[in-house]
T-cell receptor, first 112, second 115 residues
């Protein structure tokens, strides 16, 4: 499975933007970049995914480097409810089953 | 829309005892996953079903863990006999199908403590 590298933890102030980085230097052309987050005592939840172009949805934006070796999840205005573990995951659409393999993720702390 | 249901939420057993966890996925979701999450780590995939067939069980410790998905709907994960290192949260997830763009929906998990 292709690997991703994320910082162990980050801290942000409430109502400020947050940029969560992810390195995936061994990404293949058939890997989608997915982000999930896990709030305390809950199962992970989907945030966003992309292949080559930047993506926006109601929760966040995903900025993908031109060479696809890195990406950044952007939370435009962090709230206390955004405090969670954020996982950056590569998912190969050519692989049978397209399994989702989690790493350790980034713990995001939001200060009021 | 009802989410993924799991039970029990909490279970405490002695080592060498057995335990079973149940999952009811979102209606119509063909793909079902069981993950194990040890404290402080990301979830680890144990088994993936497509309808009632196994797609991937390479990480399932088959000497003690078993899982089935009857009629392609509900699923049960069993551990027999349990070891101390099986203490973890067991997460069930489902998706409409197993495409790489498909969103996984997770349940709240079943927390197992083995004493």
């Amino acid at each position: 499975d292709a690997k991703t590298t994320q910082p162990n933890s980050m801290e942000s102030n409430e109502e400020e933007p947050v940029h969560l980085p992810c390195n995936h230097s061994t990404i293949s052309g058939t890997d989608y970049i997915h982000w999930y987050r896990q709030l305390p005592s809950q199962g992970p939840e989907y945030v966003i995914h992309g292949l080559t172009s930047n993506v926006n949805n109601r929760m966040a934006s995903l900025a993908i480097a031109e060479d696809r070796k890195s990406s950044t999840l952007i939370l435009h205005r962090a709230t206390l409810r955004d405090a969670a573990v954020y996982y950056c995951i590569l998912r190969d659409y050519m692989e049978y089953g397209n399994k989702l393999v989690f790493g350790a993720g980034t713990i995001l702390r939001v200060k009021s | 829309e009802a989410g993924v249901a799991q039970s029990p939420r909490y279970k405490i057993i002695e080592k060498r005892q057995s335990v079973a966890f149940w999952c009811n996925p979102i209606s119509g979701h063909a793909t079902l996953y069981w993950y194990q999450q040890i404290l402080g780590q990301g979830p680890k995939l144990l088994i993936q079903f497509q309808n009632n067939g196994v797609v991937d069980d390479s990480q399932l410790p088959k000497d003690r863990f078993s899982a089935e998905r009857l009629k392609g709907v509900d699923s049960t994960l069993k551990i027999q006999p349990a070891k101390l290192e099986d203490s973890a949260v067991y997460l069930c997830a489902s998706s409409l199908e197993g495409r790489a763009t498909g969103e996984l929906f997770f349940g709240e998990g079943s927390r197992l403590t083995v004493l």
